[in-house]
């Protein structure tokens, strides 16, 4: 056995606040990468092209996108639990409080390494929240309905962000290098990182395990 996998899950307790801290690195990922003005992820694309359409907070736009990819995932058989419920209003939230506290430095450099705290904020946050299995985030928990049927998280992740980003564009979100980078390693980036989380929390989500190696 592995050193860091465990034979039963950690505490409801223990997960519960992992999944705390995850939600809250989400929403302020997010904020970062809005901040940095280099591109965000696909979610936040649409998010920002629907909050500048609709009038409404990136938060906000959030909640109603995060709903759609609700629907979707329970349409592939993944309906949210309580936790997705919770989180993807909490993430929300955090996000309309952080994004107007975040500095927008002008040097480009310092743009740069915001997009990239961004990035690992996101990558980090999400591979905990999956692993906690009490709240997989909407956009996640449609991935892994699609994996149940047999698509890797890979090919999984490109689908729904290359059309996350193409509603997004066409409503004019922002868009950029950061988004062209998320779009391409976030699915080999979680088929890397979920595996020790999960093991790590001791928890099983059915199939991504021999799909997040494929």
Do not use: C
């Not at 050193?3 to 992992?18: D, G, H, K, L, M």
């Amino acid at each position: 056995m592995r050193a860091t996998e465990r034979t039963e899950p950690r505490s409801f307790a223990f997960r519960a606040v992992a999944l705390l801290l995850g939600i809250i690195g989400v929403g302020v990922g997010i904020s970062v990468m809005v901040s940095a003005h280099l591109g965000v992820a696909p979610a936040d694309v649409l998010a920002t092209g629907g909050a500048d359409q609709f009038g409404i907070g990136v938060g906000t736009m959030g909640w109603i996108s995060g709903g759609i990819f609700m629907l979707l995932a329970t349409i592939v058989r993944r309906p949210p639990s309580w936790g997705t419920i919770i989180g993807g209003v909490l993430v929300g939230q955090v996000v309309n409080l952080v994004i107007d506290r975040v500095p927008e430095p002008d040097p480009m450099v310092w743009r740069v390494v915001m997009m990239f705290l961004g990035l690992a904020l996101l990558y980090g946050s999400i591979s905990i929240g999956v692993a906690t299995t009490l709240g997989t985030g909407p956009m996640e928990l449609l991935m892994l309905g699609l994996v149940d049927k047999g698509v890797s998280v890979q090919v999984a992740r490109w689908g729904i962000e290359a059309t996350t980003v193409t509603i997004g564009f066409l409503l004019g979100g922002q868009i950029g290098i950061g988004t062209v980078i998320f779009v391409v390693s976030t699915g080999p980036v979680l088929a890397r990182t979920l595996p020790p989380v999960v093991r790590f929390m001791g928890t099983r989500i059915d199939r991504p395990a021999a799909a997040l190696d494929a």
